[in-house]
């Protein structure tokens, strides 16, 4: 069992940034960003393997949102540069699985909102 959380979410102008962080307890597990809307499925962000060699990322976040993590601080990160209104969501983190399907990931962190304004 690991334990998931957050932090970084906020409201920010369309074209500026924000940084999610999520402090896992355990380590050694693959990571990934997965984000909702109300009224639609959770949708894959990013993911990193567990040595952050491998990422991934959905097409439209390539060029604006950089995945990384500290594995001395068990913490994965996620950048996001340029952001758009459409980028507005609640941002889980996961751990587990690098897939891009949300039914492969077993842990669920709470959840960060992050506005976008026009």
């Known amino acids: 069992q690991v334990q998931l959380v957050e932090s970084g979410g906020g409201l920010v102008q369309a074209g500026g940034s924000l940084r999610l962080s999520c402090a896992a307890s355990?380590?050694?597990?693959?990571m990934a960003w997965f984000r909702q809307t109300p009224g639609k499925e959770r949708e894959f962000v990013s993911s990193?393997?567990?040595?952050?060699?491998?990422?991934d990322y959905t097409d439209s976040v390539k060029g604006r949102f950089t995945i990384s993590r500290d594995n001395a601080k068990n913490t994965v990160y996620l950048q996001m540069n340029s952001l758009k209104p459409e980028d507005t969501a609640v941002y889980y983190c996961?751990?587990?699985?690098?897939?891009?399907?949300?039914?492969?990931?077993?842990?669920w962190g709470q959840g960060t909102q992050v506005t976008v304004s026009s």
């Open positions: 996961a751990a587990g699985s690098v897939l891009q399907i949300a039914r492969a990931y077993k842990y």
């Open positions: 355990g380590s050694g597990y693959h």
């Open positions: 990193i393997s567990w040595s952050g060699i491998s990422t």
